[in-house]
């Protein structure tokens, strides 16, 4: 009967804005393609030999450099060397899609320094500074 006597919280609901404004710092790079993925599949020319019948794929130096192949992926093709395949070639299906890039960073502006803002030393600091330098040189 205890429980019933205290009051009951509302749920918490963050304002519209506030999870606009969250929503659009927090923009995550969408996942690679399956034309991307087919391209590594395909093309690759670096395999390193994971053990377990795994195989590491990356697309190499002439497949980075194909006109044909970037006009093909487009949009995509910036993405081309960050995008890794492990290939299970016992079971013969793709194990895992390794993503290499960078992560997309969320806009922040800066504002410009204001001339209030400035970094200054106090006597005791200065102080503190000049006996560690007369100590370590003499």
């Given amino acids: 009967m205890a429980a019933f006597a205290y009051s009951r919280r509302k749920p918490y609901r963050p304002h519209p804005k506030a999870a606009a404004a969250r929503a659009a710092t927090n923009r995550r790079r969408p996942p690679p393609s399956s034309a ?3 391209a590594v599949l395909e093309r690759a020319e670096l395999r390193d030999d994971l053990g377990g019948g795994r ?3 990356r ?3 002439s497949a980075l450099a ?6 093909s992926l487009g949009a995509e093709a910036g993405r081309m060397a ?3 395949v492990i ?3 016992r079971e013969e299906v793709v194990f895992r899609v390794l993503d290499g890039g960078p ?3 969320a806009v922040v502006p800066t504002a410009p320094p204001s001339e209030d803002e400035h970094f200054e030393l106090t006597p005791e600091a200065l102080a503190y500074i ?3 330098q007369s100590t370590r040189l003499g």
Wanted: proline share 7%; charged share 20%.
């Fill in 82 to 84: 960050d995008v890794a």
């Fill in 36 to 38: 991307l993925i087919n």
């Fill in 87 to 89: 290939w299970d070639e």
């Fill in 103 to 105: 992560p997309s960073l």
């Fill in 59 to 61: 697309l190499g130096p």
């Fill in 130 to 132: 000049a006996q560690s």
């Fill in 66 to 71: 194909d006109a044909g192949l970037r006009r």
């Fill in 55 to 57: 195989i590491l794929l």
